[in-house]
Nanobody
Framework: QVQLVESGGDLVQPGESLKLSCAAS????????IGWFRQVPGKEREGVACIRSTDGWKFYLDSVKGRFTISGNDAKTSLFLQMNNLKPEDPAVYYCGVSLYCHEGLNEYDYWGQGTQVTVSS
């Protein structure tokens, strides 16, 4: 079992920045990937970014490349998502989760938290 708690979501204006945090506990070392996905009501879940713990390789959704940065510790107990230059298409509930493998487009996780709301509006 893994428990995850996200925080840091807020209402910001376009172009501003936010840093999301995720605190994980439990059997995190059983999983080789930790990452973020987002969900908008009525739309498909979208994988945002993940880290592969075996070699540090990172996946980013094309629309966030160059704007978002994922980071975390080796134990997979802390995860962050630095989001810069937020755009009107970024609002969603952001979730952190753990999975066996980090790969391109990962959006299915074995465990995830309750999510944190990001709103971008002028």
């Amino acid at each position: 079992q893994v428990q995850l708690v996200e925080s840091g979501g807020d209402l910001v204006q376009p172009g501003e920045s936010l840093k999301l945090s995720c605190a994980a506990s439990g059997s995190t070392l059983r999983y080789y990937a930790i990452g973020w996905f987002r969900q908008v009501p009525g739309k498909e879940r979208e994988g945002v970014a993940c880290i592969r713990s075996t070699d540090g390789w990172k996946f980013y959704l094309d629309s966030v490349k160059g704007r978002f940065t994922i980071s975390g510790n080796d134990a997979k107990t802390s995860l962050f998502l630095q989001m810069n230059n937020l755009k009107p298409e970024d609002p969603a509930v952001y979730y952190c989760g753990v999975s066996l493998y980090c790969h391109e487009g990962l959006n299915e996780y074995d465990y995830w938290g309750q999510g944190t709301q990001v709103t971008v509006s002028s």
